[in-house]
T-cell receptor, first 114, second 112 residues
């Protein structure tokens, strides 16, 4: 129940295309859903995050879509660029869970080709 | 960048030897984490700390121990390294369990 399942494992997108990464969860107590971006040789860094009181959050070319009834959330990268090539991790956490930390998905390696 | 350093950045060791990795922060964040990252497995939490001398196990804690005697330092020890512990290890910090985690640069450990 603490898992977050992420797909696909890898993704190749043409420059200018839309990249879509999906995550699904079982625990309905999850209430915070961040996405992290990791470039080769670096640690992950927070990209964008959403709480379940909204269905969508947009920051520049990056959008999180959230479907509470389906227990799914996804990251959309519009007009994908070669500089977006990185590994993306979705994560989830529970509001009133004491010290319990984030649960991460297994990651998606995105390659944007020209 | 958040003030997080990891040492060493690279280490090669032999099976059966003890290894200690250090994470040092200058942000005074309460929470500190150790993850390992392996192809196909993503980020897996080893141990985390929610205060000085307060630690808890993560998903893959077997074979690892941690200590936190000061707010700024979180040590990860492999008592007797095995080849299965070859990995990239990341330290992270956060103000709270659901706050943004800031990651260090990573330590690449090879156990021969």
């Amino acid at each position: 129940q603490q898992q977050v399942k992420q797909s696909p494992q890898s993704l190749i997108v043409q420059k200018g295309g839309i990249s879509i990464i999906n995550c699904a969860y079982e625990n309905t107590a999850f209430d915070y859903f961040p996405w992290y971006q990791q470039f080769p040789g670096k640690g992950p860094a927070l990209l964008i995050a959403i709480r379940p009181d909204v269905s969508e959050k947009k920051e520049g070319r990056f959008t999180i879509s959230f479907n509470k009834s389906a227990k799914q959330f996804s990251l959309h990268i519009m007009d994908s660029q070669p500089g977006d090539s990185a590994t993306y991790f979705c994560a989830a956490s529970i509001l009133n869970s004491g010290n319990t930390p984030l649960v991460f998905g297994k990651g998606t390696r995105l390659s944007v080709i020209a | 960048d958040a003030g997080i350093t990891q040492s060493p950045r690279h280490k090669v060791t032999e099976t059966g030897t003890p290894v200690t990795l250090r994470c040092h922060q200058t942000e005074n964040h309460r929470y500190m984490y150790w993850y390992r990252q392996d192809p196909g497995h993503g980020l897996r939490l080893i141990h985390y700390s929610y205060g000085v001398k307060d630690t808890d196990k993560g998903e893959v804690s077997d074979g690892y121990s941690v200590s936190r005697s000061k707010t700024e330092d979180f040590l990860l020890t492999l008592e007797s390294a095995t080849s299965s512990q070859t990995s990239v290890y990341f330290c992270a910090i956060s103000e709270g369990p659901r706050n943004e985690q800031f990651f260090g640069p990573g330590t690449r450990l090879t156990v021969l």
